[in-house]
């Protein structure tokens, strides 16, 4: 491409192309103002407890999204308060959920691999106080 | 002419405000070849002739031409002072349109909140917040109190500004190495003496005093049986939840097996040996922010003071936990630790009268 022929912008065309810059940017950093500052740790509501008789029914294969629709989207390790003695695979993408609202130390583990259920797990909370949400 | 050169000096002098000295050859011969080409460019688009009416000058006139010249001095500056408003602007926008692109502000927060976790066994986190946008870099701003026996101590706050610039890594050089002595950072540095001495040393301190201290397991240990430990110290939650593990190996965990994954260790330069540790036995939540990384991230957790993404991933297949900090340990709770068979070491940091121990 020739930049020789190409013709020497005016100064209307350079100043109006900064006001539209200036109006977008003010635009979004609107926008961004609005999720900055949030705490990383933040956490997404829990779903349904899955109690170990209704695990006993979940099948490995299942797709994730028809576990979902039935007991939510569980959390991930990091954002679920006590996982305790659960260990996850690398290969795959886990969430959990409480047994019983009673003790949410108790754990139900789901991961995913693909969107399909590879592995489900409950685990018994480690010696130590209760611990109720909510 | 003018204009290539001038390009070629602005385009590199604002890669190297916004990016940083280049770290390699390579690196630096992509700065001057970016530069080049703009430079190639703006001499090609600008260098024209401009064409010049022709025609008759006409008669001089001193006091218009005075006038004149000093409008073109105001105007000078007016146009300057605007391009310079408006480029600083247009700046911001393009800067935080890049930092900000794909979830990156999101990913490098996830990187840094957990990243120090892992790297500050000594401190208790009690929040991080990202992003806020800068030109240059995003800041991340993290709080929380050292873990110390002495109540003077764990009043101390943490308030640690990051900057992560627009290459995805720190703009500060070895910030960790600056944060306060914690009583992790005491035991350490400790020098050794024997379990003997320790024993000793322990008996003869007075009711009332506890320690922080970094307990060596003899061998890794799975999740499970180190939960199975602490329970048979009575520690169970919610004090488990705020019992810092290691799971690297230690360099001097006598009898403590060091091998494979658990050899690679960090300096992170303020003369103490950390590892990579995890704020409470829970590992699954270390196993999920592993799984998050890219190795795109070793930079910023080199920055941090840990190992990369590889290691890291090592690490979180099998985890074991190497050792422990006890907090607000009184002497029984240390020489009942000391009498384990499982535990190798117990490297004692800092020890202070609490009346009134809070955690």
Known sequence: ?134 | MTWGVGAFIVTFAVLWFFLGAPNTNSEFLVTVAISAIMGVAAGLWLGRKRSRPSGDPGEFDERATRRAVRRGVVRTALVVVVWLFFGTLALGFASALWQQRGGREHHLGLVVEHGLASSLPGWRLNGVYCCNAGIRSLEVVAGGNPISASPLNANQSLDLRLHINLRGRLTESNPLAHLPATGVDAAFSSGYITDAQLRAKLAQLPHGVVATAIVELRNPTPVTAFYRLLARHRIVYPDTSDTPVFLQAGYLGSGTQSGGQGDQLVSTGSGLTHRVSWPSPAVAGFQDWVKQLHSSDDGLLHDLGLPGVATLRALATRPRVYGFVLSQADPKELLGFLADPHVAAVRVGDIAYNLTPSS
């Not at chain 1, 609107?30 to 979940?58: A, D, H, K, Q, Y």
């Not at chain 1, 659960?86 to 609202?101: D, F, I």
């Open chain 1, 1 to 134: 491409m020739n930049l020789a022929k190409l013709p020497r912008p005016s100064a209307s065309v350079v100043v109006a192309s900064l006001v539209v810059l200036i109006i977008v940017f003010l635009l979004l950093a609107t926008l961004s103002l609005s999720f900055s500052s949030m705490s990383i740790s933040e956490v997404n509501p829990s779903g349904p407890p899955i109690s170990p008789s209704e695990l006993r029914w979940l099948h490995r294969g299942t797709p994730r999204q028809q576990i979902e629709r039935q007991f939510g989207k569980g959390r991930s390790a990091l954002a679920y308060p006590e996982t305790g003695i659960a260990v996850e695979p690398m290969n795959a993408t886990c969430t959990y959920y409480p047994q019983s609202l009673s003790n949410v130390r108790n754990v139900v583990q789901l991961c995913y691999s693909d969107d399909k259920l590879i592995s489900k797990r409950a685990y018994a909370a480690p010696r130590g106080a209760p611990l109720q949400e909510g």
